[in-house]
């Protein structure tokens, strides 16, 4: 009998349902914005889109848990970027194209 993911340890997909709702918060679509330009801590994204830096890691959960932003550590910080399979529904002018729907990304952030 084969094994479920969740009982093997691994994360089950998280529905489109939870992706679009993820997305539905206008910080974390600042947050996806401006993960499309670089990588960031989460000290540099607080510093750059002037949010409180309690808040932006709330929402980086948020992203991470959907499987929209991963996180890689760096000596004491940890760097967020753009999953691999996010990065994949991006065209080359910052849209997101989702099927149901797309979100543009234009870098007209706070």
């Given at each position: 009998m084969?094994?479920?993911p969740v009982s093997q340890g691994k994360k089950p997909t998280p529905s489109w349902t939870a992706i679009l709702k993820a997305?539905?918060?206008?910080?974390r679509l600042e947050i996806v914005g401006s993960l499309l330009?670089?990588?960031a801590s989460v000290q540099a994204l607080s510093d750059t889109l002037k949010i409180k830096v309690y808040?932006?890691?709330k929402?980086?959960?948020?992203?991470?848990e959907t499987g929209l932003v991963e996180k890689k550590k760096d000596g004491a910080l940890r760097v967020y970027s753009i999953s691999a399979k996010l990065r994949s529904h991006f065209s080359e002018n910052h849209v997101l194209d989702?099927?149901?729907c797309k979100f543009i990304f234009n870098g007209t952030e706070k």
């Open positions: 084969a094994k479920s997305l539905a918060d206008e910080t330009k670089q990588e808040n932006i890691s929402h980086l959960k948020i992203l991470e989702l099927g149901c």
